[in-house]
């Protein structure tokens, strides 16, 4: 199963395990105090589409497009957390505020439907 969880809420390791999903490391978090399996951030969206995106919900649907254009160009950034996800669990985490638009969500749907193939 794959889950989405902001990056500020508390995570219990049993949940799977945690990848962060953000090209930039969360403010206010030492790394050293942050447990997860691994920053991904070559699977976050590029610089440009963060930026033009700024998380307006009025933009959402064109950068889901978008995001999943991206993904589809670069399968090697995905693919090993494909793997990982067909063996157990997986935490996505993010540090955007609003928990329905954010790359997480396009994330995980992008990947169950790679799972479902």
Avoid: C
Wanted: cysteine-free; proline content about 4%; charged content about 35%.
């Amino acid at each position: 199963m794959i889950k989405v969880k902001r990056i500020y809420d508390a995570r219990d390791n049993r949940e799977g395990r945690g990848f962060l999903v953000e090209r930039l490391w969360p403010r206010g978090i030492r790394k050293e105090d942050l447990h997860i399996d691994a920053w991904l951030k070559e699977i976050a969206p590029s610089q440009s589409l963060r930026q033009w995106f700024a998380h307006d919900p009025a933009k959402w649907e064109e950068f889901q497009r978008r995001y999943r254009a991206e993904l589809d160009s670069h399968p090697e950034t995905w693919k090993p957390l494909l793997e990982v996800a067909r063996k157990g669990d997986v935490v996505l985490l993010y540090s955007a505020r609003d928990t329905v638009h954010n790359n997480a969500v396009v994330l995980k749907e992008y990947l169950e439907e790679q799972l479902s193939a």
